[in-house]
């Protein structure tokens, strides 16, 4: 079985560091947001239209997608830019899963994936205080600002996925496995999961 | 550190069976439902008040706690049967986390013992299917009646845990692992779980 991953996470809680040494583990190529949103980027829709859609997602894009087809309409006069975005990212991470293995962080790509047999899922969560401190020693942010970016990035995720997918971000239901990092190093993270998926049977 | 492990699970899931297996290779006591129950049972309480309380459950015992503390009314006038039997196994877990190491499955004891340091929190849940197949085959339930009595009890345990805890049964936030059952065997839950537990820091 080809071993496809998908990560998603709180904002620092190591879930893309993970994700890396994952894939380097398992010796798969590894796609986070920013190499997904360049392939996107390539078929048209400018940086800054791809960095806003997650900030401006609200609720019902699943509904809103299935009114859409279901009516005919055509995805050209129903949809918003934002919607046409999700649209070209669901293709880039559908061929990438279509075509092997993979560790994909972010994007909705559980949600994307879940047709396909043997997809992983992850969730990478952490205390509050320790997604603040990886937030300031690790990815450089300010300590003035970094506790509300912290709380806006997670609210922004969460409106991004349940928006997408009339799914809840985080819900156990759509994980094969959630971690929580606070009290264990990015590498055992990483060797439990590991250990998850060689030991996993497939339906 | 002494090693106290909570387990919250779907029904179905093999939950209190990983708990069983895990208390078994840490070398600790096992503390199921019933074990607890019996305590509670010892200090005055019916088995029929103790086994009907979790399918009676609604929403607000948290709420309605504090506002009782607050108002300095006494348990006595305050609280109903049910809220004065959870605050009889609240004592009965408490004082098993006090005392020392030990697996516990259900009875909202990751709430219970939230203060205590180096509290290990496992939430475990499978597909449906799955569950409905280890209730009739390992569980002898009847396998007519069988997807009814899965989603009640889930149902229940939901209603109980959240009623009493003021937090949602399941929300990856409760809990430091969170395991589908559906892929992997009970042993390597139980792999998993221990090697999480070995491998933790506390604070």
């Known amino acids: 079985m080809k071993k496809l ?11 893309r560091i993970i994700g890396k040494l994952l894939a380097e583990k398992l010796n798969v ?10 392939s996107v980027e390539e078929s048209g829709f400018s940086k800054e239209v791809i960095e806003g859609a997650e900030l401006k997602a609200k609720s019902g894009f699943a509904y809103n997608l299935s009114t859409a087809l279901n009516f005919n309409e055509g995805f050209g006069g129903a949809l918003s830019v934002n ?5 070209a990212q669901f293709e880039v991470i559908r061929k990438i899963g279509e075509a092997g293995e993979g560790v994909m962080v972010g994007r909705c790509a559980d949600y994307v994936l879940r047709e396909l047999p043997g997809v992983t899922n992850v969730f990478i969560h952490a205390e509050l205080e320790d997604r603040i401190k990886r937030a300031v ?7 003035d600002k970094v506790a509300q970016k912290v709380k806006d990035y997670d609210k922004a995720r969460k409106n991004y996925y349940d928006y997408h997918t009339g799914l809840k971000w985080g819900e156990y239901s759509n994980y094969n496995l959630s971690l929580n990092t606070s009290y264990i190093t990015e590498e055992m993270a990483c060797e439990l ?7 996993r049977t497939y339906k």
């Open 137 to 143: 020693e690790k990815y450089g942010e300010n300590p």
């Open 193 to 199: 999961i590991a250990t998850y998926i060689e030991s």
């Open 5 to 15: 991953i998908t990560i998603s996470r709180e904002y620092g809680s190591g879930g």
């Open 83 to 87: 919607d046409k975005l999700f649209l």
């Open 29 to 38: 190529p590894f796609y986070d947001r920013e190499i997904i949103d360049l």
